[in-house]
T-cell receptor, first 109, second 111 residues
Framework: KNEVEQSPQNLTAQEGEFITINCSYS?????LHWLQQHPGGGIVSLFM???GKKKHGRLIATINIQEKHSSLHITASHPRDSAVYICAVNRFGNEKLTFGTGTRLTIIP | DTAVSQTPKYLVTQMGNDKSIKCEQNLGHDTMYWYKQDSKKFLKIMFS???????INETVPNRFSPKSPDKAHLNLHINSLELGDSAVYFC??????????FGPGTRLTVL
């Protein structure tokens, strides 16, 4: 079992829908990251959080440390949001990232 | 200006060859990483260097040898390439915070 699990693995939605991607982890962490990988392959860091909630444009990331769970939300989804979203964690005292298996999001116009 | 750059972007080579991938960051970061992304898109750490010193070395065949001539560069040399080495290799760097900045990736295809 992976230390970082994401759900769903694949998600297809209509443009405009509210999207939620979930991440659960089983280890103690110092930070959790949400990354976006577009079809072209590049990886972009969307959020890094260790508590609470962060918002950037239409994207919102939340984390519940007690429940070892994080969610990434996209409001008013758009076809350009189509990408693979990857959750990753830093274990305590460790700079290396442990990755989830990713969620492939497809937004249909 | 590109923050983390990798060359080449694509690399196609024959089994048994030796090849290198180069990574450079202009962010002034102290720590650099190499990740491998397999065909199922799963990312895994290979190596990490901090100020030219190796700090993370996951279970990677010793055909893979990272080299950090200075803290802005971390190159990956692979000897005796095998079919299973085909993957996308990402370089990344981080500074005082643990947020990482990724390079564009190098797609290696071993024939």
């Amino acid at each position: 079992k992976n230390e970082v699990e994401q759900s769903p693995q694949n998600l297809t939605a209509q443009e405009g829908e509210f999207i939620t991607i979930n991440c659960s982890y089983s280890v103690g962490i110092s930070a959790l990251h949400w990354l976006q990988q577009h079809p072209g392959g590049g990886i972009v860091s969307l959020f890094m959080l260790s508590s609470g909630k962060k918002k950037h444009g239409r994207l919102i990331a939340t984390i519940n440390i007690q429940e070892k769970h994080s969610s990434l939300h996209i409001t008013a989804s758009h076809p350009r949001d189509s990408a693979v979203y990857i959750c990753a964690v830093n274990r305590f005292g460790n700079e290396k990232l442990t990755f989830g298996t990713g969620t492939r999001l497809t937004i249909i116009p | 200006d590109t923050a983390v750059s990798q060359t080449p972007k694509y690399l196609v080579t024959q089994m048994g060859n030796d090849k290198s991938i180069k990574c450079e960051q202009n962010l002034g970061h102290d720590t650099m990483y190499w990740y491998k992304q397999d065909s199922k898109k799963f990312l895994k750490i290979m190596f990490s260097y901090n100020n030219k010193e190796l700090i993370i070395n996951e279970t990677v065949p010793n055909r893979f040898s990272p080299k950090s001539p200075d803290k802005a560069h971390l190159n990956l040399h692979i000897n005796s390439l095998e079919l299973g080495d085909s993957a996308v290799y990402f370089c990344a760097s981080s500074g005082d915070s643990v947020e990482q900045f990724f390079g564009p990736g190098t797609r290696l295809t071993v024939l």
